[in-house]
């Protein structure tokens, strides 16, 4: 289910996420950025997924986890980010990943509003 605010992980923990979906955020290593269309409260993808991971980058599973609309210099493409790895993306650019008007409008340089009703 789409988040933003605090949540609750199996341990009834309460967390905040720091990010909401429609932000702007970039990787802090690597050179991409995107626009987030949904939160996981803690890791929801496949062991095998993690260990691809390089362990010295390897992200905690106790945190949120977006999913992003992502581009690079070269290519848009969807993927899968521990909060630890974003910042804010401070360019004030709108993304340009093709499904972005599908989902969103009215970036304000900074991120994008929802369009249409919730579905979760």
């Known amino acids: 289910m789409p988040i933003s605010g605090t949540m609750t992980d199996r341990n009834e923990t309460a967390r905040t996420a720091r990010f909401k979906i429609g932000d702007v955020v970039k990787h ?16 929801a993808n496949t062991e095998e997924w993690l260990q691809s991971i390089p362990a010295d980058l390897r992200p905690h599973k106790d945190q949120p986890f977006y999913h992003l609309l992502a581009e690079n210099a070269e290519t848009t493409y969807v993927a899968y980010v521990s909060e630890q790895n974003l910042l804010p993306d401070e360019t004030g ?23 249409g009703p919730l579905l979760n």
């Open 93 to 115: 650019k709108p993304c340009r990943h093709p499904m972005v008007a599908e989902m969103f409008q009215d970036f304000d340089g900074a991120g994008y509003q929802r369009k």
């Open 28 to 43: 802090r290593v690597y050179p991409f950025r995107g626009v987030i269309f949904d939160v996981d409260p803690v890791f």
